[in-house]
């Protein structure tokens, strides 16, 4: 198992910047995906980024050229630095891990992160 633990979510004014942290113990893989996912209430959970084992990242449309993913060496942290924060911005955001390559279907990762609240005013 993989636990995944966020942290660095608050309230932020519209055009700030925020970093979000996610934590993993326990069991990790050689060949992983790691990313985040978003909850806007009343909306289904969505892709936001993820990072592979090969350092190769991808971003949903609406975040690109904002949001940057990224891990340390041994892949135990993974970030998300967040740019140019927008009120859309605002949702609960989950990090993600699964054994294998990148996917932006939610169902398709195994562990999940607690959430963390990022709340963006305008």
């Known amino acids: 198992q993989v636990q995944l633990v966020e942290s660095g979510g608050g309230l932020v004014q519209a055009g700030g910047s925020l970093r979000l942290s996610c934590a993993a113990s326990?069991?990790?893989?050689?060949?992983?995906?790691s990313g985040w996912f978003r909850q806007a209430p009343g909306k289904e959970r969505e892709f936001v980024a993820a990072i592979t084992w090969s350092g190769s990242t991808y971003y949903a449309d609406s975040v690109k050229g904002r949001f940057t993913i990224s891990t340390d060496n041994a892949g135990n942290t993974i970030y998300l630095q967040m740019d140019s924060l927008k009120s859309e911005d605002t949702a609960v955001y989950y990090c993600v891990n699964r054994p294998g390559k990148y996917t932006v279907v939610a169902g398709q990762y195994d562990y999940w992160g607690q959430g963390t609240q990022v709340t963006v005013s305008s």
């Open positions: 326990g069991r990790t893989f050689s060949m992983q995906t």
